[in-house]
């Protein structure tokens, strides 16, 4: 009885320590359910409240929508604003390529010559030397040939040189030269001078003819020619430009050229010569104009009767005959004529005698006139030339060889007659062309760049 007892005290004990369990576990259960339905309430407060904020983060007066409007708003802004001003950079950019010419181009191949700058190097009375600084700094020069020098228009020489030597020049003359310097791609660039050769040492025409009391008469050696009829020269006369000598004493006739039409001069002795046949060779004053280089100085008459024909004009076209007389113009010389003309000899006479002086015109168809300027009217003859003066250029008195000098212009006596000076200082009229007393003292012109340099003994010498 008692294990039953036991027994069932056992069995209740067993029941209620399940029911205990049991209820506790539906307590459990009830629990949990509980905190989950709270953890979900919670939950779906907190979303509220953090759907309200977004929504309202998002909707509202500064929400997210109004700032991405107001951003969006701000970039079109500042985008219109910035394109604005970029157009307007770009419009003035635009503007200043356009006012210079150019423009957004894409970079080109070098056109620009190199720069050319001539400068003098040493001069001579035949020679010019230059230098060239030339510049490319883009394409530099040519390997070769890159300069090209010219003398007075005409190419000189070329190389690779920058300076350049022009020889074989004339003294005191002006030159232009002009250089190309080519650069690395073929452009050419330029420059140009004008530049004078150096004065020959000496004495120029201009010079002399400015002091002829202290040049006139000297003698001038070193000149020579095909002739030797001529031992000595002396200076008649200079101007500004040319020197003329004369024949120190008269020629021997055979020494006298024949005429262009083969005639020869009449002898009366070895140097007294007759000019009676040369009218056969010779038409007269417009066969002077038209071939000799001297007709200058017979101006005053053949600008009067430039086609007279009578005799004592035919006997002057042989004596101013430069073709024939050229015998006598040696390398230094422009021409040669067989006397001085009335018109040379006076101008060189007035250079030496300024204040008593030879004055002529003339007066007819036969010729020239002649008076001393302190003379109220003109004659045939004057006297009173001074003698032995100027070493005899204009009298020579000594009558070993002739008693007068032919003077290369027709008389207003009579149109037969030459005028010719004689040895005791007339200067007459009446010189007929079949005269016996008369001799020849040709006159040479030299050359415009010819100069006289003295000698230390009285004599100057011609320099080359």
């Known amino acids: 009885m008692g294990k039953d007892i036991n027994a069932n005290l056992n069995n209740k004990n067993g029941q209620n320590i399940k029911k205990k369990k049991e209820r506790k576990e539906q307590i459990e259960k009830n629990n949990e359910a509980g905190i989950t339905i709270i953890t979900l309430a919670i939950t779906i407060l907190i979303i509220i409240i953090l759907a309200s904020i977004t929504i309202n983060a998002v909707l509202g007066d500064n929400g997210l929508l ?89 190419e000189f020489t070329r190389g690779n040189s920058s300076s350049c030597t022009f020889t074989g020049l004339t003294a005191e003359t002006m030159y232009t030269i002009k250089v190309e310097v080519i650069n690395g791609v073929g452009i050419k660039g330029e420059d140009s001078i004008t530049i004078s050769t150096s004065a020959k040492p000496g004495l120029s025409a201009d010079e002399i003819g400015q002091n002829p009391t202290t040049y006139y008469g000297a003698e001038v050696i070193g000149y020579t020619c095909e002739s030797d009829g001529v031992s000595k020269w002396r200076i008649f ?18 020494d006298a050229p024949k005429g262009q039409g083969g005639t020869s001069v009449i002898a009366n002795t070895t140097y007294r010569i007759s000019l009676n046949n040369m009218s056969e060779d010779y038409t007269g004053a417009n066969w002077i104009n038209q071939n000799s280089k001297a007709k200058k100085w017979l101006t005053q008459y053949l600008s009067k ?130 005269d016996w007393k008369a001799g020849l003292r040709p006159i040479v012109c030299l050359k415009t760049e010819v100069k006289l340099e003295a000698q230390g003994d009285g004599t100057y010498a011609i320099v080359e």
Request: charged letters at 20%; proline letters at 3%.
């Open 66 to 154: 109004k700032q991405a409007q107001d951003t969006k708003d701000l970039a079109e802004s500042t985008t219109l604003e910035t394109g604005d001003k970029m157009n307007k950079v770009l419009q003035e950019y635009m503007n200043v390529m356009a006012e210079d010419g150019g423009g957004i181009t894409e970079p080109e191949e070098d056109t620009t010559p190199p720069t050319v700058i001539i400068t003098e190097g040493e001069i001579t009375e035949n020679s010019i030397e230059i230098n060239v600084t030339a510049n490319d700094p883009e394409s530099g020069l040519a390997s070769e040939n890159a300069y090209i020098y010219y003398l007075n228009g005409a």
């Open 237 to 254: 006369y200079a101007d500004e430009s040319n020197i003329y000598l004369i024949a120190d004493d008269y020629i021997a006739a055979e």
């Open 305 to 434: 009767y430039s086609t007279s024909t009578i005799y004592n004009i035919k006997f002057t076209a042989y004596l101013m005959d430069t073709n024939i007389w050229n015998k006598y113009v040696g390398k230094n010389a422009e021409y040669a004529i067989g006397g001085p003309t009335i018109e040379l000899f006076c101008a060189s006479y007035k250079d030496t005698h300024s204040t008593k002086y030879i004055e002529y015109s003339v007066t007819n168809s036969d010729g020239y006139s002649i008076k001393w300027n302190t003379d109220s009217s003109y004659s045939t003859d004057i006297n009173g030339l001074e003698q032995n003066f100027f070493n005899e250029i204009y009298v020579k008195s000594e009558q070993t060889r002739a008693d007068a000098m032919w003077i290369a212009s027709p008389s207003s006596y009579d149109n037969a007659l030459l005028l010719n000076v004689y040895y005791n200082g007339i200067l007459d009229a009446n010189g007929t062309y079949y």
